[in-house]
């Protein structure tokens, strides 16, 4: 089909003004350069004022790697980890791995308390037993390279950041993890400017969950987990709350923090990004119109035009915003050593994420809020599936 409307040749060029703007933003979302990366082993480290929080539920498969990477991070390492009533004998696997390198307790969870998120809920119960000035907040499918910890603690003294947190690298050894995991980094890097997170305006605060090391003190004056109780973004709402009491906050890309958790097909990485993606949007419907209409324009439109518009200028203006859209996502490829021709793929990605979102929407309007870890939540946070 052949476009002769004006209409489609001024979208076209609201398309290719999108994605130059986005490249000339001063603030870069689409760049690397907040980074943190290890000096290599530092078995010598003293880390007697860390005190890990991992929680944990059904996750015997991966704690193993989680524990045996904290035990190479240094001396004098204590770990609570707090089995959310696992059925898959998480503990056992726990005890088995811990080795004599790294001091660890496991604390049995309770049954979950209605308005709580699961991790939420299983963190608060950890932050009890947090003896130490500093917590690191540890998903249980996170393993940190070695020397990791003593780099965070060197960046949150370079910083006077009261948080610190790592964006860890996730699995990308599958086709379905090459072709989408990359982008979900560039997307929340979108969202959440890193540069302008480390800033001290209160308008963006980030932060990673699967990686954080927080100040004891500053997560004891906000109240504990229980000011995020019902959160789902929580490592963002966790960020947002300490920036709003008066502290900094810093995030950064890290090949530092791995996530052993893998992503075998499609529907695993959809359930993954559909739990959350609505709730990026407050939950509006307004902001998803917005939130197609603004994807439509930045990742149909350029193609449109290339391929249905006859005339030659619209051509050049279709294929100038495909240039500058592959332009913004190729740091974020580099940085994760996958090939720059994966960035012509980015409109069939944004597809398939708007797709997400759209699902996620539509759990919501169906009565369940999110879901995770055999746990559905609706609306008011009551859990189902425990």
């Given amino acids: 089909m052949i476009l002769h409307d004006p209409g489609f040749t001024y979208a076209a060029t609201a398309a290719a003004v999108l994605w130059l703007g986005l490249l000339a933003l001063p603030w870069r979302p689409w760049g690397t350069r907040e980074r943190l990366e290890t ?94 000035p500093l917590v690191l907040l540890l998903d249980a499918d996170i393993a940190l390279e070695p020397g990791a910890i003593a780099a965070l603690l060197e960046k949150k003294r370079e910083t006077g950041a009261a948080l610190v947190s790592l964006m860890a690298e996730l699995s990308m050894a599958r086709p379905v993890e090459r072709l989408l995991m990359p982008a979900f980094v560039y997307f929340f890097k979108l969202v959440y400017p890193f540069a302008l997170s480390n800033g001290p305006t209160c308008l963006v605060a980030a932060a990673a969950g699967g990686c954080i090391l927080i100040e004891r003190a500053a997560l004891d004056e906000i109240g504990g987990f229980g ?14 709350t300490v920036k709003r009491s008066g502290r900094r906050t810093w995030i950064g890309l890290s090949h530092a923090a791995k996530s052993i958790r ?70 974020t490829l580099r940085y994760y050593g996958r090939s720059p021709f994966w960035a ?32 559905v939540y609706d609306r008011h946070m009551r859990a189902s599936g425990e």
Wanted: aromatic share 8%; hydrophobic share 50%.
């Fill in 39 to 132: 000096r290599g082993a530092t078995p010598e480290a003293d880390l007697s004022s860390v005190v890990v929080l991992i929680p944990a539920r059904n996750e015997a498969a991966t704690i193993g790697q989680t524990l045996a990477a904290l035990a190479r991070q240094g001396c004098n390492l204590k770990a609570i980890l707090i089995d959310d009533r696992s059925s898959d004998g998480t503990a056992d696997a726990a005890r088995a791995a811990a080795g004599t390198n790294l001091a660890l307790e496991i604390v049995s969870g309770s049954a979950l308390e209605s308005g709580w998120a699961g991790k939420m809920f299983a963190l608060e119960q950890g932050r009890k037993r947090a003896d130490r």
């Fill in 227 to 240: 000011a995020l109780k019902g959160a789902i973004i929580d490592d963002c709402a966790l960020a947002r």
């Fill in 262 to 331: 893998g992503y075998q097909t499609l529907g695993t990485v959809w359930c993954m990004v559909a739990r959350s993606a609505y709730t990026q949007l407050h939950y509006s419907p307004i902001l998803l119109a917005l939130a197609s209409l603004m994807l439509a324009l930045g990742f149909w439109m350029p193609l449109v035009a290339l391929v249905s518009f006859p005339a030659l200028g619209a051509k050049l203006i279709g294929g100038l915003a495909l240039l500058a859209m592959a332009a913004s996502y190729v740091p």
């Fill in 344 to 375: 012509v793929a980015l409109p069939l990605i944004g597809t398939l994420y708007l797709a997400m979102t759209w699902s996620s929407a539509i759990d919501y309007w169906r009565g369940r809020r999110t879901a995770w870890k055999g746990r």
